[in-house]
Nanobody, 127 residues
């Protein structure tokens, strides 16, 4: 059974930092693109970041560019999201995703492009 399990969410003050981890099990994701989405209350799920299977190429939503950093460790089958300078508008449930391809070098940013989803971890940023 394939599982993506997120951890590292919680309450953070505005301007603070948090690091999310996503541990994958059941299959290796070392040849798959992985990423993060988020969903705030009353809003649609949105793309946050993606990373290629080598980790050499990344993409970020404009709203988090320069503040968030995605990385991965293929030996540990784990992907990370380092979040700095957090804002109240970053409050959301964050979902780890995997199983996407990077066709022609284009980063997968749509929900349907990812086969596997974690259950999500809540990040709440207080002002």
């Amino acid at each position: 059974q394939v599982q993506l399990v997120e951890s590292g969410g919680g309450f953070v003050q505005a301007g603070g930092s948090a690091r999310l981890s996503c541990a994958a099990s059941g299959r290796t994701f070392s040849r798959d693109g992985m990423g993060w989405f988020r969903q705030a209350p009353g809003k649609e799920r949105e793309f946050v970041s993606a990373i290629s299977w080598t980790g050499g190429t990344t993409k970020y939503a404009d709203s988090v560019k320069g503040r968030f950093t995605i990385s991965r460790d293929n030996v540990k089958n784990t992907v990370y999201l380092q979040m700095n300078s957090l804002k109240p508008e970053d409050t959301a449930v964050y979902y780890c995703v995997g199983g996407a391809g990077w066709a022609n070098g284009r980063a997968p940013t749509r929900t349907y492009e990812y086969t596997y989803w974690g259950q999500g971890t809540q990040v709440t940023v207080s002002s």
